[in-house]
Nanobody, 123 residues
């Protein structure tokens, strides 16, 4: 069974930094792409950043130049380095992964989601 567990969220002052981690566990054959999304209260979930297994990255306009997405294939972990945080970055941050994994009785490619981690930017 594939599970995604995010960590690294918390309370930070404006201008501060946080690093989110997302560990993908299970019998994983490949992570084809991964991404971070966020959802603020009363708003729809929105894309923050994505990365493919070839290293291609994509950012929302609101975070480019401040956030950096990266991955460690050996650890099946995806990171989101967030710098120069603003109050409007406050949200629950979710990790997702497009992964090929063993799902008995066979092998399945699917998109999986974590439970989210809260990021609050406030003075």
């Amino acid at each position: 069974q594939v599970q995604l567990v995010e960590s690294g969220g918390g309370l930070v002052q404006p201008g501060g930094s946080l690093r989110l981690s997302c560990v993908v566990s299970g019998t994983i054959f490949s992570i084809n792409a991964a991404g971070w999304y966020r959802q603020a209260p009363g708003k729809q979930r929105e894309l923050v950043a994505t990365i493919t297994n070839s290293g291609t990255v994509n950012y929302a306009h609101s975070v480019e130049s401040r956030f950096t997405i990266s991955g460690d294939n050996a650890k099946n972990t995806v990171y989101l380095q967030m710098n120069s945080l603003k109050p409007e970055d406050t949200a629950v941050y979710y990790c997702n992964a497009d992964a090929t994994a063993a799902q008995p009785p066979g092998v399945t490619r699917d998109v999986y989601w974590g439970q989210g981690t809260q990021v609050t930017v406030s003075s």
